[in-house]
């Protein structure tokens, strides 16, 4: 391989309904080249976005009586969902512990959560071949949550889940598209020193033909469209949001750290690498550079990163003091960066937005909270994830003007972290929330809270209904939510039981409280022991 060429040094930094039926045919084949969606006519057109204080004022010298603003309503309170397990639908195309997940879905029932949310993994639905997808198994799991009253958040899962074939919960991208990724390594996320990333297909080539005549965006596309036709008679009633896969975990980012180590308690010593050394993202770069008129600029790609250091000060890049991010070359490199993840969000949107058009389900994604390093000038571990948020540059609210012009909804997590916790001084989930919910406000966008910790301890949901206040007082026609991640056994012992719901009947606002449980012959109320019982019968997740 050839030697990459730095850009030379820059200079120094200036700054020190209807019940659905049940789909007949679960298993269709598609053929990609001649899918084509014929837009509804109730197709809703993409807005502009109109912030507080925008208008224009009047000339002249009138004076503009303006009469005062409606008192705001009272908050209706905040529904939970409870996000199932990562393998409710197994690698074979099927609901797995079908009786266990039965008596868990009327468990959630009767603590009263508003729903579900699991995701529907490309590499479970697709696995038999390009266009032929199986959805049989995702079929009879929103079929369930139906019966017992419960509505769900379809997540189309583009990524895969696990670290590899060692993990439990392993789920690949498809074979086939594997397959094309051996075949081009440059379809994989590539940092400087040429490791691959095969989480998710490298956002170099959205609109390339790379896997088999198809590009990416296609693909993504065909999977929706499938999506929304096989389960057309959920949507809207049962099916009431569909969040799309937008990266790594499903979030809108950059595998800057494999997954799995960012969820490893040591993560907030990581600065991250950039990942933009496959050939796409590289003549990407280039033809950038071109454009602007600096082509010494786009050929490699950043200088003065080393993901390898502990400390941000010993690298060039990151430093406070004279960091390349705070020059000329710096911002040059961040913007195109960035620039290109936020271009790949709205691609996504776009598509979500066309196919799910008229159908009566929420679109939304999910930004990561990349909270490490974030007391620090440079924020180099969003930096790396493609969130150009510094000291002197917000790089959220980008991404929260995408999703509003698309009417898309805003998923992030770190409600449950405390800045008590940490083990970095530098780190702060509860800053970088503010910052991710101050721009969900600005852009009126409904917000989907999570979890980042899979934890019932009082401190934990405590600190969820805590961060819950911070959407209070939004302006009306938009909505906020929590999805706890994840539905796991221990939910279920008594004294985690009996946390999770008081925790919903907090969340909900709701003065009395009565689980309830649906069952074939009658209706039968329940304690939160008998509930435990019911759960530990069925030898749930065992």
Not at 24 to 39: D, Q
Not at 166 to 176: C, F, K, N, R
């Amino acid at each position: 391989m050839a030697a990459i060429t730095a850009p030379p040094p820059p200079p120094p930094a200036s700054t020190s309904c209807r019940l659905p039926r049940r789909s007949s045919r679960p298993l269709t084949r598609v053929a990609a080249s001649s899918s084509r969606f014929r837009p509804s006519s109730s197709r809703r057109p993409s807005s502009s976005i109109s912030f507080p204080g925008a208008g224009s004022s009047g000339g002249g010298g009138e004076i503009l009586h303006v009469p005062p603003p409606p008192p705001p309503a009272a908050p209706p309170g905040a529904p939970v969902y409870v996000t199932l397990p990562a393998d409710a639908v197994g690698p074979g195309g099927r609901v797995a512990r079908r009786r266990a997940m039965g008596a868990s879905l009327a468990a959630l029932a009767a603590a009263g959560v508003a729903g579900v949310a699991f995701e529907l993994w490309w590499g479970v639905v697709e696995r038999q071949g390009p266009g032929e997808y199986d959805w049989a198994g995702y079929l009879d799991l929103a079929a369930m949550a139906r019966h017992h009253g419960l509505r769900v958040r379809a997540i189309l899962a583009f990524h895969q889940c696990g670290a590899g074939p060692h993990d439990p919960l392993w789920i690949p991208l498809p074979q086939w598209v594997l397959e094309e990724m051996d075949k081009v390594p440059d379809l994989s996320y590539t940092n400087r020193y040429q490791q691959r990333n095969k989480e998710y297909i490298s956002l170099g080539c959205d609109s390339l033909p790379v896997l088999r005549g198809r590009s990416p965006m296609q693909a993504y596309s065909d999977f929706m469209r499938s999506f929304r036709n096989t389960f057309e008679d959920y949507l809207g009633a049962i099916v009431t949001e569909v969040q799309v896969g937008m990266g790594p975990g499903g979030e809108l980012r950059y595998p800057s750290c494999p997954t799995e180590k960012l969820n490893q308690p040591g993560s907030s010593s990581e600065l991250g690498e950039f990942q933009c050394y496959d050939k796409f993202m590289q003549a990407s770069l280039s033809a950038h550079a071109q454009i602007l008129g600096i082509q010494e600029w786009g050929s490699g790609g950043s200088t003065g990163t080393d993901g390898s250091q502990q400390d941000l000060e010993e690298t060039s890049f990151f430093r406070a003091d004279g960091g390349y991010w705070d020059t000329p070359y710096g911002r040059f490199f961040l913007e195109w960066y960035s620039g290109m993840l936020v271009l790949h969000g709205e691609r996504l949107c776009m598509i979500a937005d066309t196919i799910f058009s008229g159908t009566g389900v929420t679109i939304s994604g999910k930004v990561a909270g990349i909270h490490w390093h974030y007391y620090t000038c440079a924020h180099p571990s969003e930096l790396t994830a493609g969130y150009y948020n510094t000291l002197l540059r917000d790089g959220y609210l980008p991404i929260a003007r995408m999703f509003a012009k698309y009417k898309a909804a805003l998923c992030c997590s770190c409600f449950d972290l405390r800045d008590a916790e940490r083990t970095n001084p530098e780190s702060s989930p509860e800053g970088t929330l503010r910052q991710l919910v101050g721009a969900a406000k600005m852009c009126n966008l409904p917000l989907n809270g999570e979890n980042s910790v899979t934890r019932l301890d009082d401190a934990s949901l405590n600190q969820v209904i805590r961060s819950s206040r911070l959407y209070s007082g939004r302006s009306s026609g938009t909505s906020f939510s929590f999805n706890y991640v994840r539905m796991n056994k221990s939910l279920f012992e008594f004294h985690n039981w009996s946390r999770f719901t008081k925790f919903v009947r907090q969340m909900s606002d709701a003065r009395t409280f009565l689980a309830r449980l649906d069952v074939r012959r009658g209706q039968q109320y329940l304690s939160s022991m008998s509930v435990v019982w019911v759960v530990s019968r069925a030898c749930a997740y065992t």
